[in-house]
């Protein structure tokens, strides 16, 4: 199984919204539900912020929302803030493995 | 509020076997619902699922990796671990535990995770 494909860097100014995508392939973010994004501050653990492709783990900010479309999936930050400068990553369920993509430096300018 | 911590030796031989322990607190192992599972990710780069184990002993791993991972939990220590055989320098990472829900066969999300612990290959 092949990595999910994300951009390497997107970058934002505070109070504006920025999305995020997240490429696979019919055989896993277009065949299930199951897409997670993790929010990675530098020499910390990765955070969930969106599971199941929609649902947000409660305390996480309703600025940060999922959505999917085909073999795409995106997370979306509205109103950005200067905390939310980190690295983003999101996975797929399939059904002999999960699988990660390379991850995102989102950048608060 | 449930919080999972990994220890074990930060440094570790090639052809040697890595091990791990993942301790759980704020919640029992044996209390069901949520599985227990181990990632890594290697210095500056993404994230690996090695696999993920119940209380009940089943497990359920990455299949490349499969023939080196070893789980197993100890639910009177309310505690999962991990080994890792043969490994080399490619096997230098960080190793997070974290709870995780379980698929068919197959990990979906993780929440929480532990701080992580940094483990080299070295000899």
């Known amino acids: 199984q092949s990595a999910l494909t994300q951009p390497a860097s997107v970058s934002g100014s505070p109070g504006q919204s920025i999305t995020i995508s997240c490429t696979g392939t019919?055989?896993?973010?277009?065949?299930?539900?199951?897409v997670s994004w993790y929010q990675q501050h530098p020499g910390k653990a990765p955070k969930l912020m969106i599971y199941d492709v929609i649902n947000r783990p409660s305390g996480v900010p309703d600025r940060f929302s999922g959505s999917k479309s085909g073999s795409a999936a995106s997370l979306t930050i509205s109103g950005l803030q200067a905390e939310d400068e980190a690295n983003y990553y999101c996975?797929?369920?399939?059904?002999?493995?999960?699988?990660f993509g390379g991850g995102t430096k989102l950048t608060v300018l | 509020q449930l919080q999972l911590q990994e220890s074990g030796p930060g440094l570790v031989k090639p052809s040697e076997t890595l091990s791990l322990t993942c301790t759980v607190s704020?919640?029992?192992?044996?209390?069901?619902?949520?599985?227990w599972g181990w990632i890594r990710q290697p210095p500056g780069k993404g994230l690996e699922w090695l696999g993920t184990i119940y209380y009940s002993g089943s497990t359920y791993h990455n299949p490349t990796l499969k023939s080196r991972v070893t789980i197993s939990v100890d639910t009177s220590k309310n505690q999962f671990s991990l080994k890792l055989s043969s490994v080399t320098a490619a096997d230098t990472a960080v190793y997070y535990c974290?709870?995780?829900?379980?698929?068919?066969?197959?990990?979906?999300?993780?929440?929480?995770w532990g701080q992580g612990t940094l483990v080299t290959v070295s000899s």
């Open positions: 019919s055989s896993d973010v277009g065949a299930y539900n199951y």
């Open positions: 996975s797929s369920y399939t059904t002999t493995t999960l699988i």
């Open positions: 704020g919640a029992s192992i044996s209390s069901g619902g949520f599985h």
């Open positions: 974290a709870r995780t829900t379980v698929v068919g066969t197959t990990s979906n999300w993780f929440d929480p």
